[in-house]
Each structure stands twice: as C-alpha cells, then as structure tokens.
C-alpha cells in the first residue's frame, strides 16, 4: 500500500487549560487511524486501514468534520514505509464491495453495513468504542447488542446517528468473532491454553493476564508462547512465576482462542514472523535476570515490569546495576526516557517477539 496518512480525530485528543488564555493538547499516541484514503464521500473519509502489526485492515468510514490532523509524515508513517505490508486474511479482496458503498448519509451507509457485515465497531464523539450488530436503525439512532467477550449482550446499547465519528468494517477481529458465533462446534481447552494473572501494583492492571501455551517451565520460571488478540503467536517470553497470582485453564475465552488458532493455523498464518524456529527451547530456562544481563545492547528487548503503570516496554539497555538495568524506551518508533528496573520486578521478558523483530526492522533501517 502506498500513499499512507495518519488520521487523528478531535475524539482522540484531551485539552487541559492552564493558567489564563494557555492550554496544551494531548493526543493519545495509540488513538489514530493509518491508511490508504479511497475516497471522501459526501462529508466521510473512506480509508482503508492497516493494523498495528503491519496488515492490511478494514474499511474505516471517517467524518470528516471531526478529523483534527491528517498526516502523510510521522514517526508512525516512517515505520510502516519501511515495513511490508502484509495481506495474510485477504482483506484487498473482501474490502472491495465496501469501499464501493454508494450512500448520501450516516443512515445509508448503515444500510449498507446492516445488509452485508453483521458485526462493526463505532467511536463516538467522546472517543468511545462500541463493537456489535445492529438490531435496530431509525434516522436519529441506531441499536446494537454489544460484544461482551465471547457473545453478545441480550439488551441493546442506543447510539445517536450524531455521535458517530467513525465506522470500522469487515476487520479479521470482527469477522473471526462473527465465524465463531456462527459455527456448530462446541470448542473446548483441547490446545491446552493457559491465562496466566499477575500481581500488579496497579487497580487497573490487576486482574490482566496474558493467554497462550505453556511450553515449559520449572520451579521459578516457565516459558510462554503468548496469543495476540486474533490468536497467532505474539511472542515467546520467559516469566517469573513468582509474579503469577492465578493460573487458568477453563474458561469460554480458551475455548474461543483454540478456535482462533485453529482458524489461523487452517490460514497457514498462525505464526507469521516465524518465531517457534528462531529460539531453542531445548535445556534449562534461564531466568528473566539472567536473560537481561546476556542480551546484547543494540538489539531491541521487550519486558514486563510489575511496578511501572503500563508493563510492556520495548527499548535498548542502556546501564546494568548491581540489582537491576536502565532501559532507553522506544515509544513511538522513537528511543525516548530511561526507565530503572529491578530484577526481583521483571515479570517477564520476551526472547522473541513480532513487536521486537518490526522495531529491531526499524532501527536498523535508521528509524
């Protein structure tokens, strides 16, 4: 794809006021739209998307009015010049009747959806995301029954048709979710998945976990191949067992991941960036301490941290201590603050990951 934009909307950005006439925009870095633009279509935008991991997505349908920059040179953009853009769902194909839709407002084009693609996800001028199918469409408002996890609620969420600042259709989450619904199998834990909880400090991580295989462990450590959201292999990390509170096996969210995988395995895209080949399982497992004092300092190394707010860092080591390492973060395809660690926080640490080999890409390609 090329002629790739970043889309950000006036729902994404949060204004602060400061003292007299000043104020200071923040942008949330995660909360904007890469794409191809199509076409712009009686006051909407039609971009076709491309995901975070570098495949090609949806069709997200923008109102214009309430985009607040369209970029064609980021941080963002540079990476995704560098990086191909791959196709492994066949989204070029199935995005061709969507970006042809013929409508004159909001409520033709939700007829078109309603018509052919049961499931989409909306933003809302609050920068709310609702994902669901559409029961009910008036000209002021349209009805959903939200997805709840792994089915959809029984009562429908009212969306006023004047909310809507955007549209994403036919994405691989929304359409596997849809074929999972639709099938006649009754899935059960026969991959045996795991979800593993950890112990984080803060109220709005506790409670997270992370799902995937256990390939091996022993009493302090264990070795994860871990699933990203559309079940393909995301990373293989080493995690300390002692920061694991909870460990699941049952569950319908398990049940559906060995669909997903499943599904991708069916695809041939289960492991796109070929990750089972590029480590050796085979001995003992080292410790997240020990994997962190033999990692080379110009290569790009992903870690959990149990105190840091968000726990997934990419960067560079940049300074060992005695109790721990300094980490030069790479945040938006840029190397930015240093952050101090302690090895007894490490919850895990990733000796290959998607996310890794694209910024390592990145990097060595001068990013």
């Known amino acids: 794809m090329n002629n790739l934009v970043q889309i950000t909307l006036n729902a994404d950005q949060e204004k602060y006021d400061l003292a007299g006439d000043e104020s200071i925009t923040f942008i949330d870095v995660n909360s904007y739209y890469i794409g191809q633009i199509t076409s712009q279509h009686h006051g909407w935008i039609v971009l076709e998307s491309v995901d975070q991991d570098g495949n090609r997505g949806g069709v997200v ?47 033709d084009l939700l007829i078109n959806v309603t018509d052919t693609h049961p499931l989409i996800t909306f933003e809302v001028n609050d920068g709310q995301n609702y994902t669901g199918i559409i029961t009910q469409l008036s000209r002021d408002e349209v009805r959903i029954l939200e997805r709840n996890e792994t089915t959809l609620e029984h009562f429908a969420t009212v969306i006023p048709l004047k909310d809507i600042v955007c549209i994403d259709v036919n994405s691989i989450d929304d359409r596997l979710f849809v074929s999972y619904l639709k099938q006649k199998r009754e899935f059960q834990n026969g991959l045996d998945l795991v979800e593993l909880y950890f112990d984080y400090t803060f109220d709005d991580q506790f409670g997270s976990f992370a799902i995937g295989k256990v390939l091996k462990y022993d009493d302090e450590n264990l070795l994860l191949e871990s699933l990203n959201e559309v079940g393909q292999v995301e990373s293989i990390a080493i995690i300390a067992r002692n920061h694991i509170i909870h460990t699941g096996d049952e569950s319908e969210k398990l049940n559906y991941f060995n669909y997903l995988v499943e599904w991708q395995k069916k695809n041939k895209s289960f492991d796109p960036d070929h990750l089972e080949r590029s480590v050796n399982v085979a001995g003992t497992i080292k410790s997240p301490k020990e994997v962190v004092e033999d990692w080379p300092r110009n290569r790009v190394v992903k870690i959990s941290d149990a105190i840091y707010h968000y726990p997934d860092r990419l960067g ?10 300094d980490l030069k973060i790479l945040t938006e395809y840029n190397l930015g603050e240093i952050s101090d660690h302690a090895y007894e926080d490490i919850v895990s640490v990733d000796l290959v990951g998607s996310d890794m080999k694209r910024m390592q890409n990145f990097l060595d390609y001068g990013g």
Do not use: C
């Not at 064609?72 to 560098?82: E, G, H, M, Q, W």
């Not at 940049?318 to 390492?325: M, R």
């Open 316 to 325: 560079l080591i940049a300074d060992y201590t005695e109790d721990g390492f």
């Open 61 to 107: 349908f923008i109102r214009a009015d309430q985009v607040a920059k369209i970029e064609n040179d980021t941080p963002a953009l540079r990476y995704y010049a560098i990086a191909t853009i791959r196709d492994p769902f066949g989204m070029q194909r199935l995005n061709r009747s969507v970006v042809d839709w013929d409508f004159t407002n909001i409520h």
